[in-house]
């Protein structure tokens, strides 16, 4: 069966968790409006940065910002936009951002499929989707960020040959999404072997998500797929 869920009202639960600090307030009613993504469609991405960019990622869901402001710091000349709904996540992402001198960064506090409808075709060359919610229970399973639509809406974003990068330590997470990919059409898994999924990418910093699930005793699987 083709999912085609409409995922407005996609997050349950609160939107913050802690009471932030007084320079988290400050960063998110001085600094995260210059950060934001510009309303309707997305200007193309040397406009939105205001500077040239070599290419354009997108981090769906970045928790508390580790992954992203790593990445952003070691490629300072391409442009991330980063999804992140929880205020808590969202603040502790500006105190990096202004911490590092950052200006490479840019943000969305939506649910990520609001966003991409509003991305050109073909804009992205890389998009993480790193230990989303797993939405463990049967009838919650509709929850889950990868769908047959939302795949779908990926795959007119990103480019040829871009990848799609999935990080998760739920096995059932794992075998649901590789299905859906595997029927989608518009994606090729790249690994050859095990190995391949068991190890993380390149450059990777780790994530708090991924320590907790280690301290667990849970083994994350990186999933690569390459946009066909």
Same mark, same amino acid.
């Given at each position: 069966m083709i999912e085609t869920e409409d995922r407005r009202g996609a997050f349950w639960g609160r939107r913050i968790g802690h009471k932030l600090r007084g320079?988290?307030?400050?960063l998110m009613d001085v600094l995260l409006p210059h950060l934001m993504v510009p309303d309707g469609r997305v200007p193309h991405?040397? +406009?939105?940065f205001g500077r040239p960019m070599d290419d @354009?990622? @997108? +981090?769906i869901g970045f928790g508390g910002g580790e992954h992203l402001l790593a990445r952003a710091e070691a490629h300072r000349d391409i442009g991330f936009i980063g999804c992140e709904p929880f205020i808590n996540g969202m603040a502790k992402l500006l105190a990096g951002v202004e911490e590092r001198g950052l200006d490479n960064i840019r943000l969305f506090d939506e649910d990520a499929a609001l966003l991409l409808p509003r991305l050109p075709e073909a804009s992205v060359g890389r998009v993480f @989707? @790193?230990?989303p919610d797993p939405w463990p229970k049967r009838r919650h399973r509709k929850r889950r960020f990868v769908s047959d639509a939302t795949l779908a809406a990926l795959a007119r974003v990103l480019r040829p040959g871009a990848a799609f990068c999935f990080a998760t330590d739920i096995d059932d997470y794992a075998a649901w999404t590789l299905a859906r990919i595997l029927r989608s059409g518009d994606f090729t898994w790249t690994a050859a072997g095990p190995d391949d999924w068991r190890k993380p990418w390149e450059g990777w910093p780790g994530t708090r998500y991924e320590a907790k699930a280690l301290r667990e005793g849970r083994v994350p699987?990186?999933?690569t797929f390459q946009r066909r």
């Open positions: 320079r988290q307030s400050e991405r040397d +406009e939105m @354009l990622w @997108l +981090e @989707l @790193l230990y699987g990186y999933f």
